[in-house]
């Protein structure tokens, strides 16, 4: 047996992976991924391909999968896991089966959502023949009985207990907080260390935490599929330090090389407060947030660390937490941020395709269509579109766009602050401050789904094309379709905004291609590469 290192993470020349067991027919074991477009689960799949799986992922929506990396090594079915029928058929010739998703978001019955979903998993798994199902879960406090514990460490405690009765031998993986580039934790302690030198915080900053680096998490979920059949049983996973989180704030300062931060803790800020609160100065949402903040109210501390038995710690430990946050931030400086936790579909957006019907039979559908000859190549005007967002902003009206992130953030949306995964190129699913990629044609179109709350869907496309006469034209249409009456009010009351914002928008864009063509243009003649 071969360590592999896929040198796919923030801590890169760390993880080390056996190579997969080999089936009696000489092939190698599949594993089917749930929640591959997700944090974990879009860094579990390159992990399992370099170690020798074969990997099949599971997607309500397959055509998020279309640019990852590693999307034409992995075979893609459609389906979900509260639909029993597409889950025999995603089952089928399946060794090990990665549970990775949960319904936190998807409504007050999101528990129940939650049971059902394990069950029909771990129903299908045994009746497929299944010989593993591997569950991430949350740690949960010793001594606190799980009737008393927040609605999303309960429902992740209840999914494991279904999922280990399942018939199935499983393994459940129960991680405090994960540290790494783009994880939902890591977002939260950062900005909110960078952004506060001074802060009243709630009292869980004394809460102390057992914090796991990312890439030990994708070592432990990669060892698991080759446990030994007998065992069935849940694991505490976490790094070798346990602080609390004022501490792992201090902690985070000085590796940024920042001021010691002055923290004065309260006992008055409510988990909705909370949530609230770190959702006006952090990019994640408090819909996220919450549950982050309620699963502080108790020490979660790993009571044991047996998983070393069967996934043996690398020959240098377990990664420190202020490795992992040199790590996290080094990968974050070079721009290669693999996944984000706002890779996933934020709870409570919408994920309604854009109707293609032109005479679409759902019921209204409003339209804001502008057209600009440009006179550029389109190659400039595509690499203007293909930045747009994130640092580079909206080419329009900044305080409208601004004013509308902060509205968002302060009814629960996600606002503007989730930026982008990368400055210069984007892919199917990714998120866009608060629109998400759901279509890219590179060159050509980028149509961005709008997660902000809104009453309805709106969509944002932007295009390039040359007419009839070789000119190069961008396109730009907003479409908006209302529910109900306070979604048509809500459209008749921003549409005398519509020439400022997509007007300027239309006109600074093309500015800005035509400002890329000559500075290229003048690199070229000074021989200087970009």
Same mark, same amino acid.
């Not at 004394?206 to 698991?224: E, K, N, S």
């Not at 694991?235 to 001021?259: E, N």
């Not at 759902?362 to 400039?380: H, I, K, Q, T, W």
């Given at each position: 047996?071969?360590?592999?290192? @896929?040198?796919?993470?923030?801590?890169?020349?760390?993880?080390?992976?056996? @190579?997969?067991?080999?089936?009696?027919?000489?092939?190698?074991?599949?594993?089917?991924?749930?929640?591959?477009?997700?944090?974990?689960?879009?860094?579990?799949?390159?992990?399992?391909?370099?170690?020798?799986?074969?990997?099949?992922?599971?997607?309500?929506?397959?055509?998020?999968?279309?640019?990852?990396?590693?999307?034409?090594?992995?075979?893609?079915?459609?389906?979900?896991?509260?639909?029993?029928?597409?889950?025999?058929?995603?089952?089928?010739?399946?060794?090990?089966?990665?549970?990775?998703?949960?319904?936190?978001?998807?409504?007050?019955?999101?528990?129940?959502?939650?049971?059902?979903?394990?069950?029909?998993?771990?129903?299908?798994?045994?009746?497929?023949?299944?010989?593993?199902?591997?569950?991430?879960?949350?740690?949960?406090?010793?001594?606190?009985?799980?009737?008393?514990?927040?609605?999303?460490?309960?429902?992740?405690?209840?999914?494991?207990?279904?999922?280990?009765?399942?018939?199935?031998?499983?393994?459940?993986?129960?991680?405090?907080?994960?540290?790494?580039?783009?994880?939902?934790?890591?977002?939260?302690?950062?900005?909110?260390?960078?952004?506060?030198?001074?802060?009243?915080?709630?009292?869980?900053?004394?809460?102390?935490?057992?914090?796991?680096?990312?890439?030990?998490?994708?070592?432990?979920?990669?060892?698991?599929?080759?446990?030994?059949?007998?065992?069935?049983?849940?694991?505490?996973?976490?790094?070798?330090?346990?602080?609390?989180?004022?501490?792992?704030?201090?902690?985070?300062?000085?590796?940024?090389?920042?001021?010691?931060?002055?923290?004065?803790?309260?006992?008055?800020?409510?988990?909705?407060?909370?949530?609230?609160?770190?959702?006006?100065?952090?990019?994640?949402?408090?819909?996220?947030?919450?549950?982050?903040?309620?699963?502080?109210?108790?020490?979660?501390?790993?009571?044991?660390?047996?998983?070393?038995?069967?996934?043996? @710690?690398?020959?240098?430990?377990?990664?420190?937490?202020?490795?992992?946050?040199?790590?996290?931030?080094?990968?974050?400086?070079?721009?290669?941020?693999?996944?984000?936790?706002?890779?996933?579909?934020?709870?409570?957006?919408?994920?309604?395709?854009?109707?293609?019907?032109?005479?679409?039979?759902?019921?209204?559908?409003?339209?804001?269509?502008?057209?600009?000859?440009?006179?550029?190549?389109?190659?400039?005007?595509?690499?203007?579109?293909?930045?747009?967002?994130?640092?580079?902003?909206?080419?329009?009206?900044?305080?409208?766009?601004?004013?509308?992130?902060?509205?968002?953030?302060?009814?629960?949306?996600?606002?503007?602050?989730?930026?982008?995964?990368?400055?210069?190129?984007?892919?199917?699913?990714?998120?866009?401050?608060?629109?998400?990629?759901?279509?890219?044609?590179?060159?050509?179109?980028?149509?961005?789904?709008?997660?902000?709350?809104?009453?309805?869907?709106?969509?944002?496309?932007?295009?390039?094309?040359?007419?009839?006469?070789?000119?190069?034209?961008?396109?730009?249409?907003?479409?908006?379709?209302?529910?109900?009456?306070?979604?048509?009010?809500?459209?008749?009351?921003?549409?005398?905004?519509?020439?400022?914002?997509?007007?300027?928008?239309?006109?600074?864009?093309?500015?800005?291609?035509?400002?890329?063509?000559?500075?290229?243009?003048?690199?070229?003649?000074?021989?200087?590469?970009?």
């Amino acid at each position: 047996m071969t360590d592999r290192d @896929d040198g796919s993470d923030d801590n890169s020349g760390h993880l080390k992976l056996p @190579d997969a067991p080999v089936r009696p027919d000489g092939s190698a074991p599949r594993c089917l991924v749930t929640g591959a477009t997700g944090y974990i689960g879009g860094r579990l799949v390159p992990a399992l391909l370099d170690a020798g799986y074969r990997v099949r992922a599971l997607a309500r929506t397959p055509q998020k999968l279309r640019d990852y990396p590693w999307a034409d090594r992995v075979e893609v079915v459609r389906g979900d896991v509260t639909d029993a029928d597409s889950l025999a058929e995603a089952m089928r010739d399946v060794d090990v089966a990665y549970y990775l998703v949960h319904a936190l978001g998807s409504g007050a019955d999101f528990e129940e959502t939650d049971r059902r979903a394990a069950r029909n998993f771990g129903e299908r798994a045994r009746a497929a023949g299944v010989s593993r199902i591997v569950y991430l879960g949350g740690l949960t406090p010793s001594g606190v009985p799980e009737r008393d514990l927040s609605p999303h460490l309960r429902s992740r405690a209840e999914v494991g207990h279904l999922l280990l009765d399942s018939g199935v031998p499983t393994a459940v993986l129960r991680a405090a907080i994960v540290i790494g580039s783009g994880s939902a934790s890591f977002e939260m302690l950062r900005y909110l260390t960078e952004r506060l030198p001074l802060m009243v915080t709630p009292s869980w900053v004394r809460t102390r935490i057992q914090p796991v680096a990312v890439r030990d998490v994708i070592r432990y979920l990669v060892g698991c599929a080759s446990l030994p059949a007998e065992v069935n049983r849940a694991f505490d996973i976490g790094g070798p330090d346990v602080m609390t989180y004022r501490d792992m704030m201090q902690r985070y300062a000085r590796v940024a090389g920042l001021r010691r931060r002055l923290i004065l803790p309260v006992p008055v800020l409510t988990p909705t407060l909370s949530s609230r609160w770190v959702g006006l100065v952090t990019p994640v949402p408090s819909s996220i947030a919450r549950p982050l903040t309620e699963s502080l109210r108790h020490e979660v501390v790993c009571r044991e660390h047996d998983i070393k038995e069967y996934v043996p @710690d690398p020959p240098d430990g377990t990664i420190g937490f202020d490795r992992a946050l040199r790590l996290a931030l080094k990968r974050i400086q070079e721009a290669r941020v693999d996944t984000r936790w706002s890779n996933a579909s934020v709870p409570g957006a919408p994920s309604d395709p854009l109707p293609t019907d032109p005479n679409w039979a759902g019921g209204s559908l409003y339209r804001d269509e502008r057209e600009l000859v440009v006179p550029v190549g389109p190659e400039a005007l595509w690499r203007v579109i293909e930045g747009i967002g994130g640092e580079n902003g909206w080419y329009s009206f900044p305080l409208a766009w601004a004013v509308r992130g902060w509205l968002d953030r302060l009814v629960g949306g996600v606002g503007l602050r989730r930026g982008r995964r990368d400055a210069q190129h984007l892919r199917v699913g990714d998120s866009l401050d608060f629109w998400r990629v759901e279509e890219i044609i590179p060159g050509e179109l980028l149509r961005l789904r709008a997660e902000m709350r809104v009453p309805g869907l709106a969509w944002l496309e932007l295009s390039v094309r040359r007419d009839d006469r070789g000119r190069t034209v961008y396109g730009q249409r907003a479409l908006y379709h209302p529910r109900g009456l306070p979604g048509h009010a809500y459209w008749w009351s921003v549409w005398p905004f519509h020439s400022v914002v997509f007007g300027g928008m239309a006109r600074n864009i093309a500015k800005a291609a035509e400002e890329e063509e000559r500075r290229r243009a003048a690199m070229a003649d000074s021989g200087t590469d970009n």
